[in-house]
């Protein structure tokens, strides 16, 4: 619609504000209270405006066809001035001396002088919280933070209390903000007009809007896999803030505490910064030269002993596409071997290979911006508020405001506590699950028809198999009451655009691509996939390039764009690029590359940025690989147990202080920049892989990462249309993106799918039992994932303040089993499973069932990883993390 602002006209959308239309005309107006995330509030007073005669606050007033509004009038201009003086007079004089304060800067603006501000002060601080400080004094109760706190971030853990002139924020547990509901995840520092809340250290002060003096550089975080976009304000070398951006394409102005936080560990006096070489069984520091030596000695050593595939690279999730795409060309065209794979092994490979296998590419059908819209959600095995915390906190709000949830979980956390429904199935038993929930679809008649007939296959068989799946033997298998499981797929079924999210409690499983394939029947049988009717099926990724690692082929059967090594055709155009031959049989999986190792036939193997010896299963039997490899190589951060292991570690660049791109869990690409030079000699992973190339005389091209990314295209369609130049540009492109004139596809399959035939197809694959079951030896299951402050191992986060939040790995327990064994909280105890045991503190939980323990793996010394099996996917080979066999014993407490 059309409203004049101060004699200009300018167009606004139906039910905009004042405000939008004031700024639409260029008009600048105070608004202290005002948070365009947030809902309007109207508070302050400080943003009036006239509006066809009527005085009114812009923030809170809509706009209506052919309004004539004013703004800069004398008159106006002295009615805000004096509601910011008001504001102002109950402050003390610092208030207005605040770099960043917008109240500050609206008093400057309105030429009110320091003078104005008459406060006493005297109501106190609270610097309990290691992020989060609280100088009382500066609030003037204009409930940014609260609003900031419950309708972004979704945990309503703060409020505001007392009366009149006193009303100040305060935690809602009425405690210190250390012992509060407190997630840190920034938004109150950010949103804060006045410097009431703030960082504390170099960035107190700064915020998304208002950087003072430092330089800013945008990135992308290197945490998990949502891909927020943040802005990092660096001075004299060193990190100063890291700031969420507002236009990000996911974050939209949003983060958690580790992206916006945890990044002490640049600092920390464990980094490495030179590189080590192994002499006489001790890791002494040497210089590039000479460990570059060692390594291409040791590599021509094993090839002329075991031949190319005496050599394999682990490469790493946390490392840049370009990165990823130069270890992979480097094993493929310098040695001569498929032998390389990335952690996907260890989260996601059944993912890759369920969703291919169901609609023919390796990636989410849709984007989170369409899946935001969606009015019903089946959240499965993930538990986002706490291992992607922004999008759980947008989920979270969609809930709140209408659509239905419906939560699988084994454990009652994060959004499950706030399900429709919440099923609690006993871990391991998913696929019958999936099939108890299609059976309900099938036989009440909540399908989509036409599209089974048209753009799917396999129904016949499918409906067989569902035979065998009613709700009342689901209920035997699952231990989920067939009533809540029809209710679900009623409420599925019934949705007018449902949408599927899952993560790491569908994949880690002995039968996990067989949990993707069951769970993705579900969108098909719905029509919910390429038709607009609903929003598919998509995995939440866990670190933050593990999508990307594997579209760059740093995996043991596919080349960059899921080009299969056994296809004449894909390798032909790797050939072309490369021109060297491509080897045609697939390479080692993570697990067969350390089985090599121990079999004495893996001479040499370079880890890149995995600390294995704590992420992966039965954890003593990889460190038994690492010991009987003659060369082991490790890229790290710190002095990793892997590293520990090493022959030759190199110091390696963290995602601070490299350049490249990132590809997040809906298949974004996004530009990364560094924004500190690493510390020391410490070199990016891309120019440590030149660096051994170059030691034994390749040249592998691509001299930067931006020409990496662009002879990537070369050799893989679906990324053909993309480079840094262009996402300088535009900012951030899905793929496929097969043509730089054309953007990415964020929505899949509208027209086909990508399979042979052309269709979706259902899978008919029987519910099998897990690797182990519990017994009189073993009577508990334990369930291994992720807790909120820290972030797999822990390398980073616990080189960080994330430490004084959550100081050790835990073992929940339900309060029934606790009394079994006499435990309370915080009791020490041993865990032992039929591979290894661990020792951990109890913290007593009805989050978890009886029968059912759960653990974080982020302290490699709790050895949380030696408890579990090497159980894994018949098909891909992903550890069965989330079914391990346990037993307690208490232990006496230290003195």
């Given at each position: 619609m059309r409203v004049e602002v101060d004699g200009i006209g300018v167009e606004v959308p139906e039910g905009a504000s004042l405000l939008t239309a004031a700024r639409a005309a260029g008009a600048e107006l105070p608004t202290l209270c005002h948070d365009d995330r947030m809902s309007p509030a109207g508070s302050c007073r400080a943003c009036l405006v006239r509006a066809d005669g009527s005085i009114a606050a812009a923030c809170v007033t809509p706009a209506v066809a052919g309004a004539r509004i004013e703004t800069a009038t004398d008159s106006l201009g002295e009615l805000r001035r004096d509601a910011v003086a008001l504001i102002a007079s109950s402050l003390p004089p610092r208030a207005l001396a605040a770099e960043g304060s917008e109240l500050a800067q609206a008093c400057r603006s309105s030429g009110i002088?320091?003078?104005?501000?008459?406060?006493?002060?005297?109501?106190?601080?609270?610097?309990?919280?290691?992020?989060?400080?609280?100088?009382?004094?500066?609030?003037?109760?204009?409930?940014?933070?609260?609003?900031?706190?419950?309708?972004?971030?979704?945990?309503?853990?703060?409020?505001?209390?007392?009366?009149?002139?006193?009303?100040?924020?305060?935690p809602g547990t009425g405690g210190s903000w250390a012992e509060s509901d407190c997630v840190a995840c920034g938004g109150c520092v950010d949103t804060c007009p006045t410097g009431a809340i703030t960082e504390p250290g170099p960035g107190r002060g700064l915020t998304s809007a208002h950087h003072a003096a430092a330089r800013t550089t945008r990135t992308t975080c290197g945490y998990c896999a949502v891909g927020c976009s943040l802005d990092v304000a660096t001075q004299d070398g060193g990190v100063t803030a890291v700031l969420?951006?507002?236009?990000?394409?996911?974050?939209?102005?949003?983060?958690?505490?580790?992206?916006?936080?945890?990044?002490?560990?640049?600092?920390?006096?464990?980094?490495?910064?030179?590189?080590?070489?192994?002499?006489?069984?001790?890791?002494?520091?040497?210089?590039?030269?000479?460990?570059?030596?060692?390594?291409?000695?040791?590599?021509?050593?094993?090839?002329?002993?075991?031949?190319?595939?005496?050599?394999?690279?682990?490469?790493?999730?946390?490392?840049?596409?370009?990165?990823?795409?130069?270890?992979?060309?480097?094993?493929r065209a310098a040695i001569g071997t498929n032998n390389v794979d990335n952690c996907s092994r260890l989260c996601h490979a059944p993912s890759a290979a369920g969703l291919t296998a169901s609609f023919g590419l390796a990636g989410g059908t849709d984007s989170f911006d369409d899946v935001e819209r969606a009015d019903c959600f089946l959240m499965v095995g993930a538990n986002p508020v706490e291992a992607h915390p922004v999008v759980g906190a947008r989920l979270l709000q969609r809930a709140l405001r209408g659509a239905r949830l419906l939560v699988v979980d084994p454990r009652t956390v994060g959004l499950a506590t706030d399900a429709h429904v919440h099923l609690r199935p006993r871990p391991g038993t998913n696929v019958a699950l999936f099939h108890g929930?299609?059976?309900?679809?099938?036989?009440?008649?909540?399908?989509?028809?036409?599209?089974?007939?048209?753009?799917?296959?396999?129904?016949?068989?499918?409906?067989?198999?569902?035979?065998?799946?009613?709700?009342?033997?689901?209920?035997?298998?699952?231990?989920?009451?067939?009533?809540?499981?029809?209710?679900?797929?009623?409420?599925?079924?019934?949705?007018?655009?449902?949408?599927?999210?899952?993560?790491?409690?569908?994949?880690?499983?002995?039968?996990?691509?067989?949990?993707?394939?069951?769970?993705?029947?579900?969108?098909?049988?719905?029509?919910?996939?390429?038709?607009?009717?609903?929003?598919?099926?998509?995995?939440?990724?866990?670190?933050?390039?593990?999508?990307?690692?594997?579209?760059?082929?740093?995996?043991?059967?596919?080349?960059?764009?899921?080009?299969?090594?056994?296809?004449?055709?894909?390798?032909?155009?790797?050939?072309e690029v490369w021109g060297v031959r491509v080897p045609d049989r697939p390479g080692l999986r993570i697990p067969d590359t350390f089985a090599a190792a121990r079999a004495g036939d893996l001479r040499a193997l370079w880890v890149i940025g995995e600390d294995v010896c704590a992420t992966d299963p039965d954890t003593n039997r990889v460190a038994d690989a690492l010991r009987a490899c003659p060369l082991v190589i490790c890229s790290e951060l710190f002095l990793s147990e892997t590293a520990r292991h090493a022959d030759?570690?190199?110091?390696?660049?963290?995602?601070?202080?490299?350049?490249?791109?990132?590809?997040?869990?809906?298949?974004?690409?996004?530009?990364?920049?560094?924004?500190?030079?690493?510390?020391?000699?410490?070199?990016?992973?891309?120019?440590?892989?030149?660096?051994?190339?170059?030691?034994?005389?390749?040249?592998?091209?691509?001299?930067?990462?931006?020409?990496?990314?662009?002879?990537?295209?070369?050799?893989?369609?679906?990324?053909?249309?993309?480079?840094?130049?262009?996402?300088?540009?535009?900012?951030?492109?899905?793929?496929?993106?097969?043509?730089?004139?054309?953007?990415?596809?964020?929505?899949?399959?509208?027209?086909?799918?990508?399979?042979?035939?052309?269709?979706?197809?259902?899978?008919?694959?029987?519910?099998?039992?897990?690797?182990?079951?519990?017994?009189?030896?073993?009577?508990?299951?334990?369930?291994?994932?992720?807790?909120?402050?820290?972030?797999?191992?822990?390398?980073?986060?616990?080189?960080?303040?994330?430490?004084?939040?959550?100081?050790?790995?835990?073992?929940?327990?339900?309060?029934?089993?606790?009394?079994?064994?006499?435990?309370?909280?915080?009791?020490?105890?041993?865990?032992?499973?039929?591979?290894?045991?661990?020792?951990?503190?109890?913290?007593?939980?009805?989050?978890?069932?009886?029968?059912?323990?759960?653990?974080?793996?982020?302290?490699?010394?709790?050895?949380?990883?030696?408890?579990?099996?090497?159980?894994?996917?018949?098909?891909?080979?992903?550890?069965?993390?989330?079914?391990?066999?346990?037993?307690?014993?208490?232990?006496?407490?230290?003195?």
């Open positions: 002088g320091p003078e104005a501000a008459r406060g006493a002060g005297g109501r106190g601080e609270d610097t309990s919280h290691p992020y989060v400080h609280l100088d009382r004094d500066l609030c003037i109760a204009c409930g940014r933070c609260v609003r900031m706190c419950s309708e972004v971030q979704g945990t309503f853990a703060l409020t505001l209390v007392g009366r009149g002139a006193d009303t100040v924020v305060a969420p951006v507002r236009d990000g394409p996911v974050n939209r102005g949003h983060a958690c505490v580790k992206g916006r936080f945890a990044h002490g560990f640049l600092t920390s006096s464990e980094r490495l910064t030179r590189p080590l070489l192994r002499r006489d069984g001790s890791l002494e520091p040497v210089g590039w030269d000479e460990a570059l030596s060692r390594i291409a000695e040791g590599l021509r050593q094993a090839v002329a002993t075991g031949g190319p595939d005496a050599v394999a690279a682990i490469s790493s999730a946390r490392a840049t596409n370009e990165e990823n795409y130069l270890v992979q060309k480097f094993l929930l299609a059976h309900v679809l099938l036989t009440e008649g909540l399908v989509d028809e036409d599209f089974l007939r048209e753009r799917a296959a396999g129904l016949p068989e499918f409906t067989e198999l569902l035979a065998d799946y009613p709700p009342a033997r689901v209920a035997d298998i699952t231990g989920v009451p067939a009533a809540d499981l029809i209710a679900a797929a009623r409420r599925y079924g019934c949705a007018e655009h449902p949408a599927i999210v899952y993560g790491l409690g569908v994949t880690e499983h002995l039968h996990g691509t067989d949990g993707v394939r069951a769970l993705a029947n579900l969108a098909i049988l719905r029509g919910a996939v390429g038709t607009g009717r609903g929003y598919g099926i998509n995995p939440l990724r866990g670190q933050n390039n593990v999508q990307g690692a594997s579209d760059m082929g740093a995996l043991p059967d596919t080349l960059p764009g899921y080009g299969k090594v056994t296809d004449p055709v894909a390798r032909s155009r790797a050939e030759v570690v190199l110091p390696a660049a963290s995602w601070l202080e490299k350049d490249g791109t990132f590809v997040n869990f809906d298949r974004r690409f996004q530009r990364v920049r560094a924004t500190v030079a690493p510390p020391g000699e410490a070199r990016t992973d891309f120019a440590a892989v030149h660096a051994v190339a170059a030691a034994m005389g390749v040249d592998l091209g691509c001299p930067t990462p931006a020409a990496a990314l662009d002879e990537c295209g070369r050799l893989a369609p679906v990324f053909a249309g993309l480079s840094h130049e262009r996402l300088d540009r535009e900012g951030a492109i899905p793929w496929p993106c097969p043509d730089a004139d054309q953007p990415g596809e964020a929505t899949l399959y509208t027209g086909r799918f990508a399979t042979a035939d052309g269709r979706a197809h259902l899978a008919s694959c029987p519910y099998l039992p897990p690797g182990e079951q519990a017994d009189d030896d073993y009577p508990l299951i334990m369930v291994t994932g992720r807790r909120l402050t820290h972030y797999n191992s822990g390398s980073m986060t616990r080189r960080t303040a994330n430490l004084l939040l959550d100081s050790t790995d835990r073992l929940d327990l339900h309060p029934d089993d606790a009394d079994r064994y006499g435990l309370r909280e915080g009791d020490p105890v041993t865990v032992e499973s039929r591979h290894g045991q661990a020792r951990l503190l109890t913290r007593v939980s009805r989050a978890v069932s009886p029968g059912q323990v759960f653990c974080a793996f982020h302290f490699p010394s709790s050895g949380v990883n030696r408890l579990t099996s090497d159980h894994a996917d018949t098909v891909t080979s992903c550890p069965e993390y989330k079914v391990t066999a346990v037993r307690v014993t208490p232990l006496p407490h230290p003195v």
